[in-house]
């Protein structure tokens, strides 16, 4: 079975403070792709990352980064000086790449509070 | 390029009846899947559709079923409603079904059971 856990279940900073959100999944896959997804108050789902099980290359984007560790089976993702905007609660999602059409599978998220 | 769109925004409905709600996918988007979200069980699948067929579901009792329109338009229903059922429903869409899609979102149909 699939399964993603986030442990932090809400984390507080101050802005431009370094924040990193913790990603641990767990599938008996070889291959799988892993996502990040970003919810504002809106509702919305906000795609941010997406990446390939066999790519484990970290990635920057702007103040965005993140850190793929298949060994540790952990994909976290971490915000550099930190903005008020970017309090949202946040998504690590896993979908395997077998048996056709798969669901997405969530972990039950991290609430971000960027306090001024 | 207008995004995901669910209908009704808000919903209030007493136990025991039914409703339907309704997500308009990303204008060329042929995927449309459904999510549940409580705060107690997080985002849960609900059911995958591409090209009008149900290609994914996921472990939910039969008063929850969906249809998807030739124009690829969605509808999920939801028979004999119970307080449990109480949730922010959100669509997504996406090109194909592949699983390396990136998925759109709505901005979700809130249901309250009363």
């Known amino acids: 079975a699939q399964k993603v856990t986030q442990a932090q279940t809400e984390i507080s900073v101050v802005e431009k403070e370094d924040v990193t959100l913790d990603c641990v999944y767990e599938?008996?896959?070889?291959?799988?792709?892993l996502f990040w997804y970003k919810q504002p108050p809106s509702g919305e789902l906000v795609f941010l990352i997406r990446?390939?099980?066999?790519?484990?290359q970290n990635e920057i984007s702007g103040r965005y980064s993140w850190n793929f560790q298949k060994s540790t089976s952990s994909f976290n993702f971490t915000i550099t000086a930190s903005q008020v905007v970017d309090s949202a609660v946040y998504f690590c999602?896993?979908?395997?790449?077998?048996?056709?059409?798969?669901?997405?599978?969530f972990g039950k998220g991290t609430k971000l509070t960027v306090n001024p | 390029k207008a995004g995901v769109t669910q209908t009704p925004r808000y919903l209030i409905k007493t136990r025991g009846q039914q409703v339907t709600l309704s997500c308009s996918p990303i204008?060329?988007?042929?995927?449309v899947s459904w999510y549940q979200q409580t705060p107690g069980q997080g985002l849960q699948f609900l059911f995958e559709?591409?090209?009008?067929?149900?290609?994914n579901k996921g472990n939910f009792p039969g008063r929850f079923s969906g249809r998807q329109f030739s124009n690829s338009r969605s509808e999920m229903n939801v028979s004999t409603l119970e307080l449990g059922d109480s949730a922010l429903y959100l669509c997504?869409?996406?090109?194909?079904?592949?699983?390396?899609?990136?998925?759109?979102f709505g901005s979700g149909t809130q249901l309250s059971v009363l």
């Open positions: 559709y591409f090209s009008e067929t149900q290609r």
């Open positions: 997504a869409s996406s090109l194909s079904q592949g699983p390396n899609e990136k998925l759109f």
């Open positions: 599938t008996r896959d070889t291959t799988y792709y």
């Open positions: 990446r390939n099980s066999f790519d484990e």
């Open positions: 204008s060329g988007h042929r995927s």
């Open positions: 999602a896993l979908r395997r790449t077998q048996g056709g059409s798969e669901k997405l599978v």
